[in-house]
């Protein structure tokens, strides 16, 4: 793999960032449309953060400064079909905590009840699920609220 670059979102990658979600699952099966991914992905209370390769992005997190009882919530975490099990993943998780780290002693996310392989993700990087919210976005599903002690 070429090397991997994390930094803020480039003003020309903001499109590209709300297709990529917009076309991956678990926001298919949410229901979120691209004209709402472009909404979040340009509003400027979102911090975008994009893994490249190359000028390539392969994946992204969007996050709230203060999501959750005033501690950052990640919206939306992402890293294209053909760059997972890579540890890109990993990797954006651990420059998006080491960023909220100098501000915050808790970081949050949500993750669907039916998104198996991101709970075992989160977990393997240290998050506990909190709290469940049945029926939230879609019927029959939940979204489990996962929290993490910023050390």
Known sequence: MEKLDISSVKEEERDV?????????????????????????HDSEYLIFVARIGNLPV???????????????LRSVFVAKEYRSLGI?????DYVENYFRKESRHIFLCVSSFNINAQAFYKQLGYIQTGEFKDFIIDGASELLMYKQLK
């Not at 449309?33 to 472009?38: F, I, N, R, Y």
């Open 59 to 73: 994946g992204s997190i969007v996050a709230h400064h203060r999501g959750v009882a005033s501690s950052p919530y």
């Open 17 to 41: 960032v709300a297709e990529m979600l917009s076309n991956s699952e678990p926001w298919i099966t949410l229901g979120a449309t691209l004209e709402q991914c472009l909404r979040t992905c």
């Open 89 to 93: 993943g990993a990797k954006l998780m």
